[in-house]
Structure formats: C-alpha cells, structure tokens
T-cell receptor, first 114, second 110 residues
Framework: GAVVSQHPSRVICKSGTSVKIECRSLDFQATTMFWYRQFPKQSLMLMATSNEGSKATYEQGVEKDKFLINHASLTLSTLTVTSAHPEDSSFYIC??????????FGPGTRLLVL | AQRVTQPEKLLSVFKGAPVELKCNYSYSGSPELFWYVQYSRQRLQLLLRHISRESIKGFTADLNKGETSFHLKKPFAQEEDSAMYYCALHGSSNTGKLIFGQGTTLQVKP
C-alpha cells in the first residue's frame, strides 16, 4: 500500500527558532498533500493544502507567513514553522492523495517549543 | 457549512458486545464519507468509505442521507478494536480535502 513518511518524528527547539518538517510519499506520486495539526486527544485540524508546483492554500485562521509550505516535487512537501513559540507545540500530521483520492497519512511529527 | 459531528468522546463496551459509533454530517451537496482509525502509537489509517459498501474487520457503516448520518457498527466488539475512530467527510468540491469529526475513543474491556 501507499506509504507516507515524515521527518523528524519529534523535535525540540528553542523559542524563536524555525523548524522544518518533511513529508514524503515513498512509493507513489502525490499531486496534493495536506498538513494537519492535532492537539492532545482532539481531532485533526486541517492547516493547508499543498499542491505541487503552486502555492499552498491555507485554511482560515492559519498564518501563511508563520507556517511556510513548499511542495517542490511530487513526492515531497515541507512545512516550516517560523519563529516558533511554545503555543506552536503540537503534533503535525501530513497526508497525501493517490490517484484514487484516498488519503494516506504520515506518522506525525511531535514539536515541542521551549 | 460543512461539519462532521461525533457526539461521543468515549465509548466503553465489554468484549463481545455490539458497538455503534455515531457520526452525523452537514453538507449541502453529495458528500463522500469515511471512517478512519488510529490505534495506539500508530498513524491514522482508512477503515472504510461509504462508496465501497464493504465490511472491514467486521465493521460496517451505511450512509443515511435522510438522517445525514454515517454510523459505524460492529456486532461483536473485540479488545483489539480499542482505538480512536474519526468520521470524515469529503465534499464534491473540496479537491480531496477532508473534514474530520472530533473523534471517538472506543474502549473494549475484557
């Protein structure tokens, strides 16, 4: 089946620094990837839709200058949390669409900002 | 507005008991409905989708457009069914975007 990986699996950083999270589709090409945020014991909140070769589409309330998304190839999308603050600490999950429109999810990245 | 509602945060049943996880949706067009499952320390994975009309791991779900519901059912719960279950909606104009419900934790006790 389709596999999506994320790197790193967890990261701890100091307040004010930037953190990059990678999302890769390992055995398929994904024209569209999605980035979600999940708070403890809560649902997934869609942050943005990432399309290869074009600008990401952000959901209402998500700061595009804070959460930079780049989708440079059909197998890689990156999310950069710029000038991270403790309130950005969360679980970030990506997903990718195959041709069948089924979404496959990555394992998530735990971000802790000190 | 597009919305998915899972009214129960936690559902606790004994092994062998029937299970029904409720999901209601709000969408003006013809949505596609999904159930995703997240086992402990694992990634979210697709359990079933309404257009497939299949049974996965003994679970079934029927789309009821009149009641705008897509409840997940299993006649006899197993301990390994314990997990977080999310109902999700894909609207016809959403370009793949999924709207998730709040999730229900299913706890199956021995």
């Amino acid at each position: 089946g389709a596999v999506v990986s994320q790197h790193p699996s967890r990261v701890i950083c100091k307040s004010g620094t930037s953190v990059k999270i990678e999302c890769r589709s390992l055995d398929f090409q994904a024209t569209t990837m999605f980035w979600y945020r999940q708070f403890p014991k809560q649902s997934l909140m869609l942050m943005a839709t990432s399309n290869e070769g074009s600008k990401a589409t952000y959901e209402q309330g998500v700061e595009k200058d804070k959460f930079l998304i780049n989708h440079a190839s059909l197998t890689l999308s990156t999310l950069t949390v710029t000038s991270a603050h403790p309130e950005d600490s969360s679980f970030y999950i990506c997903s990718a669409i195959t041709g069948s429109e089924t979404q496959y999810f990555g394992p998530g990245t735990r971000l802790l900002v000190l | 507005a597009q919305r998915v509602t899972q009214p129960e945060k936690l559902l606790s049943v004994f092994k062998g008991a029937p299970v029904e996880l409720k999901c209601n949706y709000s969408y003006s067009g013809s949505p596609e409905l999904f159930w995703y499952v997240q086992y402990s320390r694992q990634r979210l994975q697709l359990l079933l989708r309404h257009i497939s009309r299949e049974s996965i791991k003994g679970f079934t779900a029927d789309l009821n457009k009149g009641e705008t519901s897509f409840h997940l059912k299993k006649p006899f719960a197993q301990e390994e069914d314990s997990a977080m279950y999310y109902c999700a909606l894909h609207g016809s104009s959403n370009t793949g975007k999924l709207i998730f419900g709040q999730g229900t934790t299913l706890q199956v006790k021995p």
